[in-house]
């Protein structure tokens, strides 16, 4: 490592670094981990070579570009064209229905639903290893049939993908091109966003809740431990009915 030069990372990253800005730029950041972590045990190395190479590389003004998303009033529409007998349609559904994301869901399995909450287990939920605890979702009733549709894959795994593993999100990506979708399944977790706002059917607090967002400064998460589960299940069960085609007697609901 005391041989690398700022050159040499510069070299690495230029091709991406002004195509692929958000990837150059945590391929930088991990560089700066490797060569601090190096040092910290006594590496000859020195990490301000990582810096001067940002340096030469010059700054990229980048404008983020937001995941396509399904406007919420097409929801329903997009629903009922997926298919129950279709593993990654299936997929999609449960995805619409539980609002969680794709790691989460492509890994599902039956063993992990008791009663009418399903538990997403911590290695499958976002964020830093360690950080994060298991994550409760409470499912509406429409959400509980799609683990008897998933049955008749014949495995515990409810979306199984080629050789019997789960789902990969190509797959998913793929299904949704097929039906001339151009929104991601990323995108289900923001439609329900904006059917929150503009309905207003639930609280802040519980509609972060429910798509797994931390609320509040630690101190507060210290004291404030309650998981919402049962204002989130009312909510859920109002974006059921919506995304079926039942929301006729839905009521604002200040969850």
């Not at 050159?7 to 990837?23: C, E, F, G, N, V």
């Not at 559904?93 to 890994?107: N, Q």
């Not at 019997?164 to 151009?182: H, P």
């Amino acid at each position: 490592m005391s041989a690398i030069h700022q050159t040499d990372i510069k070299a690495a990253l230029q091709p991406i670094w002004r195509s692929k800005q958000p990837t150059a730029i945590k391929a930088l950041r991990r560089t700066m981990i490797v060569f601090n972590e190096a040092k910290g045990v006594g590496v000859p190395c020195d990490p301000f070579v990582v810096e001067a190479a940002k340096r030469m590389l010059g700054i990229v003004r980048h404008e983020p570009t937001h995941i396509v998303a399904t406007p919420w009033q097409e929801i329903p529409a997009l629903y009922a064209r997926l298919r129950t007998d279709i593993s990654s349609h299936l997929c999609l559904r449960w995805m619409i229905l539980t609002l969680v994301r794709a790691d989460g869901c492509k890994g599902a399995r039956v063993s992990e639903i008791d009663g009418d909450v399903w538990t997403v287990p911590a290695d499958r939920v976002k964020g830093m290893e360690g950080a994060v605890t298991d994550f409760r979702v409470p499912l509406s009733a429409e959400a509980l049939l799609i683990p008897d549709a998933a049955r008749s894959f014949g495995l515990d795994l409810m979306f199984p993908g080629r050789g019997d593993r789960a789902l990969s999100s190509t797959a998913l990506e793929k299904a949704l091109n097929e039906m001339d979708e151009a929104g991601r399944p990323h995108g289900f977790r923001s439609s329900f966003r904006d059917w929150v706002q503009d309905i207003e059917a639930a609280s802040y607090e519980v509609a972060e809740t429910i798509l797994g967002h931390k609320i509040g400064s630690r101190v507060v998460r210290a004291y404030a431990r309650s998981d919402l589960l049962e204002r989130r299940r009312h909510v859920m069960e109002a974006w059921a009915r919506f995304v079926t085609g039942h929301a006729q007697n839905v009521v604002s609901l200040k969850g």
